[in-house]
DNA sequence: CGCTCGCCGTTAGTGGTTCTCACCTAGCGC
DNA sequence: GCGCTAGGTGAGAACCACTAACGGCGAGCG
């Protein structure tokens, strides 16, 4: 099934060449510069050719997003289980990628696939792995862990409250910082976010 | 100089029909509806007309922020000087405007033009709100007090620890809480939002 | 081994965008 | 009352995403 054929693998590696390229782009430029006809002249064919690999230009920032999130979530995955380094591996990722991380979390440049089943589905698999991985926190109020029950299913719902907070606080950070907002304004942002991390044990 | 002629005053009544009508078409359908054509076409003139007004879509991109900042600061600034009002008048106008704020600090649409004086003054303008309205937090470890000493002129560093913490958190809970994130798990935000501010204090 | 059918890439074309240019008109200010 | 200038127009250039029609090549089957 994985090589199924000459023809398939071709296809698979030239939506991958495609891929690559669009992330290129993506990195120069922003999601604007992101463009079909450029992505092809890049890649020496022209125009409509890649209309044969991508339904057209929604699809393939859809499948950006799936695998930036698979990406993401790896790289978490792959810190060890303690909430500094899930903090730090998720901040430097962030860091490393930061048009990844904006096309993840940043304004709906796709917006209306915003509730694409496969998205939900790997934003979900993202927090769970926050959930697998985090300790309990402050044992939440009455109110709010009703929701959190509600929402986590079998999860402690003091872990929930640890996950989603921390996810929250981070996501802040890091989206400012990847804006420039604490640069720009000359604070160096890696004490800031180690008394950020401290606050969240 | 306000009123320096019929001339100007209709010029300026121009400009602001202009931004009323990107706004309306930002609220509806994102930033990438916002056409210059659509607008025109929307004040009963075609095309480049607007380009009397406008230097074109960036410059009307940037005076949307730069309203956006006043606006949020001015809704800010109205609110009792203590935490949970502050933050509550910032989710609040956040959540009456998403796409403004998304404007604000989302996706750097503009981007390039991020670094805008303007812009930079405006939000350092924001900020400064958050300085003069905060009481003082933690006092904040070695290092990053000689960051933040340096970074806030005058300010006493755990204010500005303060309000730096409070802005970076507010706006990962805000820009989640827009985008959705929390309803689309099923997961009331009020009261996870209350322990956050409640964790600031 | 040879044929066929399907996939791939092309060019041409549609309708959209921003933005420039040349021209015309109308009304403000002198 | 007249000139100048600001405002509006239409045409057009250079992009963009996307569709349609066509040709060629080769993979895989008989």
């Known amino acids: 099934m994985t090589a199924g054929g000459i023809r398939d693998r071709f296809r698979a590696q030239m939506r991958q060449e495609v891929k690559d390229a669009a992330l290129r782009q993506l990195a120069e430029g922003g999601p604007q510069a992101l463009s079909i006809n ?18 057209g230009r929604d699809e393939l920032l859809t499948e950006l997003i799936l695998d930036a ?19 730090g591996a998720y901040r430097a990722w962030a860091i490393a990628n930061p048009h990844r991380y904006r096309l993840l979390f940043g304004a709906p440049l ?22 697998a991985f985090v300790g309990p926190g402050r044992e939440p109020e009455p109110p709010l862990a009703e929701a959190l029950r509600a929402w ?19 996501h802040g950070f890091v989206s400012l910082e990847i804006e420039g907002n604490f640069l720009s304004m000359g604070l160096d942002p890696g004490p800031f976010f180690a008394a950020e991390v401290e606050a969240l044990k």
Chains 1, 2 share one sequence.
Request: proline share 6%.
């Open 152 to 170: 986590a299913g079998g999860v402690d719902p003091a872990v929930a409250l640890h996950a989603v907070t921390a996810w929250s606080r981070l």
């Open 69 to 87: 999130y698979a990406d993401l979530t790896s790289a978490v995955s792959a810190a060890p289980r303690r909430m500094p380094d899930l903090a």
């Open 38 to 55: 450029a992505i092809a002249k890049e890649l020496g064919v022209s125009g409509p050719a890649l209309y044969r690999y991508f339904a």
């Open 110 to 131: 796709p917006g209306w696939n915003a509730h694409d089943e496969r998205l939900v589905a790997a934003a979900r698999e993202a927090i769970d792995v926050l959930f």
